[in-house]
């Protein structure tokens, strides 16, 4: 199964934001990406699948596709696992993908450009942006075609 991963910008304990696409490098560095407890279909998410990851925000690379990975293992967040809540305002993952191996693309894909075309989104007016809430939203194989990600580079 396919599934496209939403990263936004994060508040850091000092106050400051943290860019998406910076978090994103930053997890799939250290090899693992939260789902919190209200993460859409973290329950549903497995060993094999692949993630895209997609940056939501106000800061650089917004409304692009700029990664994949594959799952190695989805788990439980086990609680001596240092996982970002000493220097982000975040909750407490509930489980945790691990990053088997990833891709930065050399051209993120624009998903904004695709919008209308896509399933994933439902368009049906300019507040396109609320159907990407939920942390993590299915991509059926016509949105994965319509988006070219087996083509992306």
Request: glycine share 6%; proline share 3%; aromatic share 12%.
């Amino acid at each position: 199964m396919n599934y496209l991963l939403i990263c936004s910008d994060t508040y850091r304990l000092s106050g400051r934001t943290e860019a998406a696409v910076k978090m994103a490098e930053r997890r799939l560095q250290i090899g693992m990406w939260p789902l919190y407890p209200r993460t859409f279909h973290s329950k549903q998410v497995s060993e094999k699948d692949k993630f895209y990851i997609y940056i939501a925000g106000h800061k650089e690379k917004v409304y692009h596709i700029v990664a994949e990975f594959t799952a190695s293992a989805v788990r439980g967040y086990r609680s001596n696992e240092w996982f970002e809540s000493d220097d982000f305002f975040v909750d407490i993952p509930s489980r945790v993908i691990d990053i088997e191996s990833f891709r930065v693309f050399e051209k993120p894909i624009n998903l904004k450009s695709h919008v209308e075309l896509l399933e994933l989104t439902n368009f049906k007016s300019k507040n396109w942006g609320a159907c990407m809430q939920g942390g993590c939203k299915r991509l059926s194989k016509k949105d994965s075609e319509t988006l070219g990600l087996n083509k992306a580079k």
